[in-house]
């Protein structure tokens, strides 16, 4: 027997396993900063992927905006900002630079916390050129064409009216677009909220395309693509980083071809085939990704791409702040099953998207076609069982459970790390 540890809020649950127990795990622990990140970035932009430098991409140009990750991204801005801003001196000591946030849908980002993301320094000397951007506010906002699938594409005003945009960013596995980086600053980072859910719509997220690791097909990535060139993305700056969250490689340059070379890149480190089984036991990280049910869904998504035909689903996230989210929550409670709140979201048309529609809809995608035993905070029963899952106060009686509903001698697959992998062939 073999002791297999999950990543729960601040600590571990532990499971006795036996020893030719698959264990799914990414590599990511291999990837360690052997350096200053600034340096790993230096010399990523004086090397360019597919274009330019930016000192040339500036030189004539009046201004510049750089479009900057906001609070939710542990993007080492401190890394990246500083080397970009002094590259674009470098061609232009006159540019005129501006910050604009990506919060995308999120809740706008605070000055303690943009302080935090770039430094005192940093803050001080741009915090007059600072941009926070609004989805929601259609007067800071302007349409500059259509997207592939339909819907306006419309993005901040300020990323329009400059003669130079370009982004800094990081590159993970993400459950619905495949990866983040890259095209993801403008759309949803930028975009009005019109544009961010007639990307987010029903049919896109059923799309098979529309799983982590995968771009070529993906139709959320392809329209991402377009709103970025319609947008003038002149040039990226992403980078790749360890558990640590230090910086260990950097990817600069053509934001389509510079993007896929970093994803590719961190593929190699968290991609894993799949190990079908009857259970399987996934997690969402730990703190502070597992904090709420919203988030949960992600590691869901890793156990979903290995379970089998019927199999059932050990979902471990502490939900300490609960649903995440009351749109996400009652999609799926006020359904009378899982599979009319499935049916509902698959039946929205592509203008009718509502907020957190994408987040129902995986989560009951997933749990209309395997039992979900949830290991949540005893105060969280209610919710979980609201969305239509079985609540267990702890992995040991979650899996015994699964063992009683699968039988004796099903067979197991465990993913520590939810997150961490992309599971596929």
């Known amino acids: 027997m073999k002791t297999v540890k999950f990543f729960y809020a ?109 430094g005192d320094a940093l803050y001080d000397e741009f915090k007059d050129k600072i941009i926070i951007h609004d989805a929601h506010n259609p007067a800071t906002n302007m349409k500059i064409g259509v997207l592939p699938s339909g819907p306006d594409c419309i993005i901040d005003k300020a990323a329009v009216h400059t003669s130079l945009l370009v982004a800094e960013g990081f590159i993970e596995p993400h459950f619905f677009a495949g990866f983040s980086g890259g095209r993801k600053s403008v759309l949803p980072g930028v975009a009005d909220a019109v544009t961010v859910m007639g990307n987010h719509c029903s049919k896109f997220i059923d799309d098979p395309h529309a799983r982590s690791g995968i771009l070529d097909g993906n139709p959320l990535h392809r ?6 060139e319609m947008a003038h993305l002149a040039f990226i700056c992403n980078v790749v980083i360890d558990e640590n969250k230090k910086t260990v490689a950097a990817f600069a340059g053509n934001f389509l071809t510079a993007h896929r070379a970093g994803c590719d890149f961190i593929a190699d480190y968290v991609c894993v085939k799949p190990a079908w089984a009857d259970i399987v036991i996934s997690t969402n990280g730990g703190y502070p990704l597992d904090q709420n049910a919203y988030q949960a869904v992600k ?80 105060e969280q029963k209610t919710l979980i069982e609201g969305l239509k899952m079985t609540y267990a106060p702890d992995l040991t009686t979650a899996y015994k459970l699964a063992r009683e509903i699968k039988g004796e001698d099903a067979s197991l697959t465990c993913i520590p790390n939810g997150i961490s992998v992309v599971v596929r062939e």
């Open 10 to 118: 601040r600590t571990t649950l532990d499971l006795e396993v036996p020893d030719a127990t698959p264990v799914l795990t990414s590599r990511i622990g291999e990837l360690k900063s052997s350096g200053d990140g600034r340096d790993i970035v230096r010399r990523a932009l004086e090397h360019p992927i597919d274009s330019p430098r930016l000192s040339e991409l500036a030189q004539g140009k009046p201004d510049c905006v750089i479009i900057i990750s906001d609070h939710t991204r542990p993007v080492p801005s401190r890394d990246i900002l500083p080397a970009m801003i002094e590259e674009l001196r470098r061609g232009n000591p006159s540019i005129d630079i501006k910050l604009l946030v990506a919060t995308g849908f999120h809740r706008p980002t605070s000055v303690s916390e943009l302080k935090e993301k770039l």
């Open 299 to 378: 590691g869901m998504t890793a156990a979903e791409a290995t379970v089998k035909e019927g199999g059932v689903i050990i979902m471990l996230a502490s939900c300490s702040d609960g649903s995440g989210g009351e749109a996400f929550y009652h999609t799926i409670a006020d359904a009378p099953t899982i599979e009319d709140a499935y049916q509902k979201c698959l039946a929205t048309p592509q203008e009718k998207t509502v907020p957190d529609q994408w987040e129902s809809q995986i989560l009951a995608r997933i749990v209309r076609k395997h039992r979900v035993i949830f290991v949540a905070e005893p």
């Open 223 to 228: 329209d991402m693509v377009a709103a970025a």
